[in-house]
């Protein structure tokens, strides 16, 4: 099949994947969250959305692959799979604020080729195919393209919670925070689409499956970022990763560095990057 066709597929996943969320958003007490074995909620409309897109991807590629953060793997085999999280941000989702995102992403083996960020709610969305331009559309302006930004002290940072930095990562974690010009909290895949619009320069986060991070990787890529581990190197689809994403390439050994590092400078002095540091008795992370 040719590439324009996977493109019409993923927004179509993602069209039919919005129609199933957005009646559930803001429903008040009438939209139940159970909690799955890791202690994340999912709701009625994660499960709904997930069924929505299999349908459409299963019609149009018989063949592929599709890895849910729902329902599963389906035909393991198949070179090309597709990758959804109906719901990154579930929290958000179940709160009422229009964070959160559905996520649809392609691999050729282990490789991200196509990626979407839809926002249903607000009607933003990133579509990003690797080796070309990243392509937006949304009501409030921006344009896809990050933002020069080479010296550590003038970059935004970004992180969805302080939960999702563990007590080994938190030293490193603290040490960039207090190196930037400034911290803010929450936006799960929101936020990197912002940083793919040159809102934000970093964001920097643990407990990240393949399903949080695959469809990231051609958005970012594709607007002149990076995306990686914390040690710099491609993040891997088995198990669970530390991501970092940059909009400047050159950010990326900077705070590689500090990530790596196991001290924490003083945080006295400029009290937007104080707010970044991380209580220490921050809890295990549950999965937004």
Same mark, same amino acid.
């Given at each position: 099949?040719?590439?324009?066709? !996977?493109?019409?597929?993923?927004?179509?996943?993602?069209?039919?994947?919005?129609?199933?969320?957005?009646?559930?958003?803001?429903?008040?007490?009438?939209?139940?969250?159970?909690?799955?074995?890791?202690?994340?909620?999912?709701?009625?409309?994660? #499960?709904?959305?997930?069924?929505?897109? #299999?349908?459409?991807?299963?019609? #149009?590629?018989?063949?592929?692959?599709?890895?849910?953060?729902?329902?599963?793997?389906?035909?393991?085999?198949?070179?090309?799979?597709?990758?959804?999280?109906?719901?990154?941000?579930?929290?958000?989702?179940?709160?009422?604020?229009?964070?959160?995102?559905?996520?649809?992403?392609?691999?050729?083996?282990?490789?991200?080729?196509?990626?979407?960020?839809?926002?249903?709610?607000?009607?933003?969305? !990133?579509?990003?195919?690797?080796?070309?331009?990243?392509?937006?559309?949304?009501?409030?302006?921006?344009?896809?393209?990050?933002?020069?930004?080479?010296?550590?002290?003038?970059?935004?940072?970004?992180?969805?919670?302080?939960?999702?930095?563990?007590?080994?990562?938190?030293?490193?974690?603290?040490?960039?925070?207090?190196?930037?010009?400034?911290?803010?909290?929450?936006?799960?895949?929101?936020?990197?689409?912002?940083?793919?619009?040159?809102?934000?320069?970093?964001?920097?986060?643990?407990?990240?499956?393949? !399903?949080? !991070?695959?469809?990231?990787?051609?958005?970012?890529?594709?607007?002149?970022?990076?995306?990686?581990?914390?040690?710099?190197?491609?993040?891997?689809?088995?198990?669970?990763?530390?991501?970092?994403?940059?909009?400047?390439?050159?950010?990326?050994?900077?705070?590689?560095?500090?990530?790596?590092?196991?001290?924490?400078?003083?945080?006295?002095?400029?009290?937007?990057?104080?707010?970044?540091?991380?209580?220490?008795?921050?809890?295990?992370?549950?999965?937004?």
């Amino acid at each position: 099949m040719t590439e324009a066709a !996977w493109i019409a597929a993923a927004e179509a996943a993602a069209d039919v994947a919005g129609a199933a969320i957005r009646p559930h958003f803001r429903a008040g007490h009438a939209l139940d969250a159970a909690l799955k074995d890791d202690r994340s909620p999912v709701t009625i409309a994660d #499960r709904t959305a997930e069924l929505a897109m #299999r349908a459409v991807l299963a019609e #149009r590629f018989p063949d592929h692959g599709i890895m849910g953060e729902e329902f599963g793997l389906q035909r393991p085999e198949a070179p090309l799979r597709w990758v959804l999280d109906p719901i990154d941000g579930t929290r958000a989702f179940i709160t009422g604020r229009p964070v959160f995102g559905t996520l649809i992403a392609l691999l050729e083996g282990s490789r991200p080729i196509l990626g979407v960020i839809d926002q249903p709610i607000t009607g933003e969305r !990133w579509v990003g195919v690797a080796g070309q331009a990243t392509r937006f559309r949304g009501p409030f302006g921006g344009r896809p393209g990050c933002r020069p930004c080479p010296d550590l002290a003038q970059a935004e940072l970004s992180c969805t919670s302080p939960e999702m930095v563990d007590d080994a990562a938190r030293p490193g974690w603290q040490r960039l925070a207090a190196s930037v010009r400034r911290v803010s909290w929450g936006g799960d895949c929101y936020a990197y689409g912002l940083l793919a619009l040159g809102q934000i320069d970093i964001v920097a986060e643990g407990d990240m499956k393949i !399903w949080d !991070w695959a469809a990231l990787v051609p958005v970012i890529e594709g607007a002149g970022g990076r995306l990686t581990g914390w040690d710099g190197e491609p993040l891997r689809p088995e198990g669970t990763s530390r991501a970092l994403a940059v909009g400047d390439a050159a950010l990326l050994p900077q705070a590689v560095a500090l990530l790596a590092s196991a001290s924490i400078p003083p945080m006295a002095g400029d009290p937007d990057r104080v707010a970044g540091v991380i209580p220490s008795t921050a809890a295990p992370r549950t999965s937004p």
